[in-house]
């Protein structure tokens, strides 16, 4: 089964400003960066065949370059961005897309969705509030539109319902806890302390 992660980005000058709270633009970058690290390190160490990331960003194309992954640069709205590479994502079985800002992702996650894509067409791991989208897995790769923004999880439900496709919820506390605002920091901050999780953004907060 050959799948194909896919890692769309924003430019960093304007990602996560719900965070501004605590965090200058600087620091806003760096967690970004140090979030891609955690998830590139997870897919990599998966039984995906291929990672591509998608962005407009120097800084987030070099990086993810430096993990050996593909690359595209071009500056469209993330769904835009996944329709974009819809000619290489359709070489592979499967496509399975990721935010940024799920650093607890494990390998173990891209490796059991991959697994269930045997039964199923579409798997869903929502975020910790049931209204994001935190993984999308479509067998085959672009089967469906995506609708990653406001109320995802709904809407691509709903989206796979209308198409007759074959749907599994994937159900991960890790998975779900997606770093938008500084509740979300907290809380993936507790988690990672009380389950001994090392990750890489952590080491941002470890002086704090």
């Known amino acids: 089964m050959k799948g194909i992660g896919i890692i769309p980005v924003k430019h960093l000058n304007y990602a996560k400003s719900r965070l501004s709270n605590i965090l200058d633009t ?3 970058i760096k967690l ?6 955690d998830v590139l390190n997870a897919l990599t ?7 591509i990331v998608i962005s407009p960003d120097s800084r987030v194309l070099s990086l993810a370059r430096s993990f050996g992954v593909d690359t595209v640069s071009v500056d469209l709205g993330l769904n835009e961005s996944i329709n974009y590479v819809k000619n290489i994502t359709n070489n592979f079985d499967l496509s399975i897309v990721t ?5 607890l992702i494990e390998p173990m996650d891209i490796n059991r969705i991959i697994d269930l894509s045997l039964n199923y067409n579409v798997i869903i ?3 910790r509030d049931m209204c994001g989208t935190n993984i999308l897995c479509r067998k085959p790769p672009n089967n469906m539109e995506t609708f990653f923004g406001d109320l995802s ?8 319902t209308r ?7 994937y159900s991960s506390l890790r998975v779900s806890i997606d770093i938008d605002s500084s509740r979300d920091l907290d809380f993936a901050l507790k988690y990672c302390r009380e389950h001994n999780v090392n990750k890489r953004f ?4 470890n002086s704090k």
Not at 32 to 37: A, G, I, K, V, W
Not at 45 to 51: A, D, R, T
Not at 153 to 160: S, T
Not at 163 to 169: A, V, Y
């Open 153 to 160: 999880f709904k809407k691509h439900i709903d989206e796979a």
């Open 99 to 103: 935010p940024l800002d799920i650093p």
């Open 26 to 28: 600087n620091n806003r």
């Open 163 to 169: 198409r007759g496709l074959k749907i599994k919820i």
């Open 45 to 51: 160490s998966s039984k995906l065949s291929s990672i």
């Open 125 to 127: 791991s929502p975020s």
């Open 32 to 37: 970004c960066l140090l979030m891609l690290t």
């Open 202 to 205: 952590i080491s941002m907060f």
